[in-house]
Nanobody, 119 residues
């Protein structure tokens, strides 16, 4: 079993910053990738940023230069991924989901955390 627990999120004014974290634990041996997706009302879920176990990173064009993803691997039983979000815009408002991929085969999701950017 793999547990995925998110924290962070909340309400922030435009131009502000927020940080999200996500801890994956349990049977994560062979973890290949972690990342963040988001889904705004009426829209499809989209990739925000992802990082592989080898350190390869990719970002959605809309967040490049503003968001930073990083990952810490404690051992074979826990990995934590962080998303630092700066210069937030109203269009960043969405529910953010943590994603974990094991061996390129199994996918796990967090429960989602709300990020609202509004004055």
């Amino acid at each position: 079993q793999v547990q995925v627990v998110e924290s962070g999120g909340g309400l922030v004014q435009p131009g502000g910053a927020l940080s999200l974290s996500c801890a994956a634990s349990g049977s994560i041996f062979g973890l290949s990738r972690m990342g963040w997706y988001r889904q705004a009302p009426g829209k499809q879920r989209e990739l925000v940023a992802g990082i592989s176990s080898g350190g390869s990173i990719n970002y959605a064009d809309s967040v490049k230069g503003r968001f930073t993803i990083s990952m810490i691997s404690a051992d074979n039983t826990k990995n934590t991924v962080y998303l630092q979000m700066n210069s937030l815009k109203p269009e960043d408002t969405a529910v953010y989901y943590c994603h974990v991929n094991i061996r390129g085969l199994s996918n796990y999701w967090g429960q989602g955390t709300q990020v609202t950017v509004s004055s």
